[in-house]
């Protein structure tokens, strides 16, 4: 079986090339030609809206005022004329709710007139407002004291565009979806509402320093790393279609996993597969920008030119489901599990982020005076603070039972958050510390603390790959973000943090320089006190040396290396005051995503675990057998010949003991799945502590097994095959 995959997967590549060569005359279309072009942008809005239905929706757009009535009435005529003249016959409201893929429901633009015949119409209450069947889309147990009901609300700061899908085109509208009395049941409210949250502090600070901003926007680059395989494999592997990743699997043998794959060159299938797919994210406004191959084998990576952070959320789920619907064009697969092949890198998501005012200065940037400076060290150490005092949630927010697999594996950031800040910064930071300690005794010059600041450079980074929250030059890149999920909640944990950061630093600069305080005095104390206060989240070591996890404990650092024990960071009495005050996300809402996270944690792994036993019975075992026998009619035969196969006799007793050890591990993980009942998160702990081990313990025999059958009658396709076959 394992080999009719791999002949599959030849003859597909084969008949590729052959196509690929036959049709390699046609010009490629440009970026730049289609950019944009499938979307209801500023450019279009302006083209075809009254110049007060245009004005008024800029205005919510830049200012986040209220629309009404009458603008959306315009708008979505507009938007109508315009999807119609593009061939849409349908739209829809697009929502992510907290499954973490994206949700859609398709309606008609027509409506019959009564004499036979249809209109295209679309009004503004349909625009703003949808109504799907919120009832299978879960709410985590919110909607059970309330109404069923759930609306989607037009997101008018994420433009419309249009799926083109074979013979049809849809109006894709970016909508919130909320309950009737307005709770967030999706992954963009809370993001919307912290976004409001950060800007309002920021400005704030902003102000102290003389900027006449109102409005200061969290910006979001997010690079995705993913795996491609020939599709052949993919439909061969039981676990691969239904969890994502590979449940049994040896590992390729050491050093076919070599580190020159890292920016090698990319195969030519692959290439043109990541082409196609960047052409149709172009078309749909997704600025894509860089792609090279990962570190693993058949690993790459794809990431935009940052945008403000919704649009940016919305634009990452647009990416991951074009790399998914691409790639089966090419006969590929694509893999955005954090974890698909043991042994193998795992895949990332790492979230640059920064803030940025409404003019599109980047508050994260050094700048070349002195002044910058001082407006960047308190933004800098504001992200220091929130980053220590909010490790908890930060934590939370990237937690998942696949990315249990990856944080913390030696390859991955660990699970302890800390900041990279790199020398220099680092530098800059302590001088502040001591600075301060100087200016004291010479009389309260705190002057010192900021003046002695060097210029700061634009590129203030070295690298270091090992850190879970870097500072690199301009942004922070929050590293421990996974693969497959959502971005939303992590952008939205940090933005929340980052909040109330600045409203304490805000607070206090504010009283400082209440009646003609000395601003850079002010700044010189704070800095060097949040520095004292906050520095031990700032390490720039080797986050993958077991000292680390040492130094860590004896700095009080959170160390939750699972996701069991990260979510309830959730439900602290802290993180729901801090989502409270700032109205990102109330105490019930909360619970509610504390609740999903915890049963997505545990359907997972009753998933998997499932799915092993039924590999482990249908196809591991059927396949030992088999060998089992021809090494048994081989002893035999020799035997019957007068010989002695001591060689056959061994390898039977070790191999039979194997394949007894393997069953046994089977019907044992099979038994303890039966276990149900207790509260969700009492279920998180049992399938963490029982059936992950059991499952691991189950793997590692029927990895044994693998190495130890011959490849013709081995059942599944193997990591060398996946992996190196393309
Ligand atoms: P690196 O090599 O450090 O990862 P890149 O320049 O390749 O840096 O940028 C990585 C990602 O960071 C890109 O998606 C980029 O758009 C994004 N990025 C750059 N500046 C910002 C910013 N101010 N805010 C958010 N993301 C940013
Ligand atoms: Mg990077």
Same mark, same amino acid.
């Given at each position: 079986?394992?080999?009719?995959?791999?002949?599959?997967?030849?003859?597909?590549?084969?008949?590729?090339?052959?196509?690929?060569?036959?049709?390699?005359?046609?010009?490629?279309?440009?970026?730049?030609? *289609?950019?944009?072009?499938? *979307?209801?942008?500023?450019?279009?809005?302006?083209?075809?809206?009254? &110049?007060?239905?245009?004005?008024?929706?800029?205005?919510?757009?830049?200012?986040?005022?209220?629309?009404?009535?009458?603008? #959306?009435?315009?708008?979505?005529?507009?938007?109508?004329?315009?999807?119609?003249?593009?061939?849409?016959?349908?739209?829809?409201?697009?929502?992510? @709710?907290?499954?973490?893929?994206?949700?859609?429901?398709?309606?008609?633009?027509?409506? @019959?007139?009564?004499?036979?015949?249809?209109?295209?119409? !679309?009004?503004?209450?349909?625009?703003?407002?949808?109504?799907?069947?919120?009832?299978?889309?879960?709410?985590?147990?919110?909607?059970?004291?309330?109404?069923?009901?759930?609306?989607?609300?037009?997101?008018?700061?994420?433009?419309?565009?249009?799926?083109?899908?074979?013979?049809?085109?849809?109006?894709?509208?970016?909508?919130?979806?909320?309950?009737?009395?307005?709770?967030?049941?999706?992954?963009?409210?809370?993001?919307?509402?912290?976004?409001?949250?950060?800007?309002?502090?920021?400005?704030?600070?902003?102000?102290?320093?003389?900027?006449?901003?109102?409005?200061? !926007?969290?910006?979001?680059?997010?690079?995705?790393?993913?795996?491609?395989?020939?599709?052949?494999?993919?439909?061969?592997?039981?676990?691969?279609?239904?969890?994502?990743?590979?449940?049994?699997?040896? &590992?390729? @043998?050491?050093?076919?996993?070599?580190?020159?794959?890292?920016?090698?060159?990319?195969?030519?299938?692959?290439?043109?597969?990541?082409?196609?797919?960047?052409?149709?994210?172009?078309?749909?406004?997704?600025?894509?920008?860089?792609?090279?191959?990962?570190?693993?084998?058949?690993?790459?990576?794809?990431?935009?030119?940052?945008?403000?952070?919704?649009?940016?959320?919305?634009?990452?789920?647009?990416?991951?489901?074009?790399?998914?619907?691409?790639?089966?064009?090419?006969?590929?697969?694509?893999?955005?599990?954090?974890?698909?092949?043991?042994?193998?890198?795992?895949?990332?998501?790492?979230?640059?982020?920064?803030?940025?005012?409404?003019? /599109?200065?980047?508050?994260?940037?050094?700048?070349?005076?002195?002044?910058?400076?001082?407006?960047?060290?308190?933004?800098?150490?504001?992200?220091?603070?929130?980053?220590?005092?909010?490790?908890?949630?930060?934590?939370?927010?990237?937690?998942?039972?696949?990315?249990?697999?990856?944080?913390?594996?030696?390859?991955?950031?660990?699970?302890?958050?800390?900041?990279?800040?790199?020398?220099?910064?680092?530098?800059?930071?302590?001088?502040?510390? &001591?600075?301060?300690?100087?200016?004291? &005794?010479?009389?309260?010059?705190?002057?010192? /603390?900021?003046? *002695?600041?060097?210029?700061?450079?634009?590129?203030? /980074?070295?690298?270091?790959?090992?850190?879970?929250?870097?500072?690199?030059?301009?942004?922070?890149?929050?590293?421990?973000?996974?693969?497959?999920?959502?971005?939303?909640?992590?952008?939205?944990?940090?933005?929340? #943090?980052?909040?109330?950061?600045?409203?304490?630093?805000?607070?206090?600069?504010?009283?400082?320089?209440?009646? /003609?305080?000395?601003?850079?005095?002010?700044?010189?104390?704070?800095?060097?006190?949040?520095?004292?206060?906050?520095?031990?989240?700032?390490?720039?070591?080797?986050?993958?040396?077991?000292?680390?996890?040492?130094?860590?404990?004896?700095?009080?650092?959170?160390?939750?290396?699972?996701?069991?024990?990260?979510? @309830?960071?959730?439900?602290?009495?802290?993180?729901?005051?801090?989502?409270?005050?700032?109205?990102?996300?109330?105490?019930?809402?909360?619970?509610?995503?504390?609740?999903?996270?915890?049963?997505?944690?545990?359907?997972?792994?009753?998933?998997?675990?499932?799915?092993?036993?039924?590999?482990?019975?249908?196809?591991?075992?059927?396949?030992?057998?088999?060998?089992?026998?021809?090494?048994?009619?081989?002893?035999?035969? *020799?035997?019957?010949?007068?010989?002695?196969?001591?060689?056959?006799?061994?390898?039977?007793?070790?191999?039979?003991?194997?394949?007894?050890?393997?069953?046994?591990?089977?019907?044992?993980?099979?038994?303890?799945?039966?276990?149900?009942?207790?509260?969700?998160?009492?279920?998180?702990?049992?399938?963490?502590?029982?059936?992950?081990?059991?499952?691991?313990?189950?793997?590692?025999?029927?990895?044994?097994?693998?190495?130890?059958?011959?490849?013709?009658?081995?059942?599944?396709?193997?990591?060398?095959?996946?992996?190196?076959?393309?």
């Amino acid at each position: 079986m394992g080999s009719a995959a791999l002949f599959e997967a030849a003859k597909s590549i084969r008949d590729w090339s052959v196509n690929a060569s036959r049709t390699a005359s046609a010009p490629p279309a440009t970026g730049a030609d *289609v950019f944009g072009k499938l *979307v209801f942008n500023d450019k279009v809005q302006q083209e075809r809206l009254p &110049k007060p239905a245009y004005r008024a929706l800029r205005a919510t757009i830049t200012r986040g005022e209220a629309l009404d009535a009458a603008t #959306a009435d315009a708008v979505a005529s507009a938007l109508k004329d315009w999807a119609v003249e593009h061939g849409a016959t349908h739209y829809t409201h697009w929502f992510q @709710p907290m499954t973490g893929i994206t949700a859609e429901k398709h309606d008609s633009f027509l409506v @019959p007139t009564g004499d036979g015949t249809a209109l295209a119409e !679309f009004r503004g209450k349909e625009l703003i407002k949808g109504e799907p069947d919120a009832s299978s889309f879960p709410s985590g147990g919110m909607r059970s004291t309330f109404e069923a009901r759930g609306y989607t609300a037009w997101d008018p700061t994420s433009p419309p565009w249009l799926h083109m899908n074979g013979n049809s085109a849809t109006l894709v509208i970016p909508t919130a979806f909320v309950s009737w009395t307005g709770e967030a049941l999706d992954k963009k409210t809370p993001l919307l509402r912290s976004m409001e949250a950060v800007s309002r502090q920021a400005v704030r600070v902003l102000k102290l320093f003389g900027s006449t901003a109102e409005r200061v !926007f969290a910006t979001c680059g997010p690079e995705q790393e993913y795996f491609l395989i020939d599709r052949n494999f993919y439909f061969a592997r039981p676990d691969l279609i239904n969890a994502g990743r590979t449940l049994f699997g040896a &590992k390729p @043998p050491k050093g076919q996993e070599l580190e020159d794959q890292y920016f090698g060159s990319i195969p030519e299938r692959v290439l043109q597969c990541m082409a196609e797919t960047e052409l149709e994210l172009f078309k749909v406004g997704v600025p894509v920008k860089t792609r090279h191959n990962e570190v693993a084998p058949s690993q790459y990576e794809i990431a935009p030119v940052f945008e403000n952070a919704n649009l940016a959320v919305d634009h990452q789920m647009m990416t991951m489901e074009t790399l998914q619907r691409i790639a089966p064009k090419y006969g590929l697969s694509c893999l955005l599990h954090e974890k698909p092949f043991a042994g193998v890198n795992g895949s990332g998501k790492h979230n640059n982020w920064s803030l940025s005012d409404e003019f /599109g200065n980047n508050l994260l940037g050094p700048g070349d005076t002195p002044h910058e400076n001082m407006q960047f060290l308190v933004f800098c150490a504001a992200v220091i603070r929130a980053v220590d005092k909010w490790q908890g949630v930060l934590r939370a927010s990237i937690a998942s039972a696949g990315n249990d697999h990856r944080l913390g594996a030696n390859e991955a950031p660990p699970a302890i958050l800390s900041i990279f800040l790199g020398e220099m910064l680092t530098d800059i930071f302590e001088q502040i510390e &001591k600075g301060s300690a100087k200016s004291t &005794k010479q009389g309260g010059t705190l002057d010192v /603390g900021v003046s *002695v600041l060097p210029k700061l450079p634009r590129d203030a /980074g070295d690298r270091n790959r090992t850190s879970p929250f870097a500072f690199t030059g301009n942004k922070f890149e929050f590293r421990a973000v996974s693969s497959g999920q959502n971005i939303s909640f992590p952008n939205t944990a940090l933005n929340a #943090a980052m909040a109330e950061s600045l409203d304490s630093v805000a607070t206090e600069l504010e009283k400082a320089t209440a009646n /003609g305080g000395d601003l850079k005095a002010a700044v010189g104390k704070l800095l060097t006190k949040i520095i004292k206060e906050h520095k031990r989240i700032v390490f720039n070591g080797n986050n993958y040396a077991a000292e680390w996890e040492k130094e860590a404990g004896k700095r009080k650092l959170l160390n939750l290396k699972n996701t069991v024990d990260a979510l @309830p960071q959730l439900v602290t009495k802290e993180t729901l005051g801090l989502f409270d005050k700032y109205k990102i996300l109330n105490e019930r809402e909360m619970h509610a995503r504390y609740e999903i996270f915890l049963e997505n944690y545990n359907k997972t792994v009753n998933v998997e675990g499932q799915l092993m036993v039924l590999m482990a019975n249908r196809y591991i075992l059927p396949a030992a057998l088999i060998y089992q026998k021809q090494v048994a009619e081989s002893v035999a035969a *020799v035997s019957k010949a007068g010989g002695r196969s001591a060689s056959g006799k061994k390898l039977l007793s070790a191999y039979t003991k194997l394949v007894d050890q393997f069953k046994a591990q089977a019907d044992a993980l099979e038994t303890l799945l039966e276990h149900s009942g207790g509260s969700a998160e009492k279920h998180a702990k049992y399938m963490r502590d029982k059936i992950v081990p059991a499952m691991a313990k189950l793997r590692d025999l029927g990895d044994q097994i693998e190495v130890e059958t011959p490849h013709e009658i081995w059942p599944l396709p193997t990591y060398r095959e996946m992996l190196f076959v393309k």
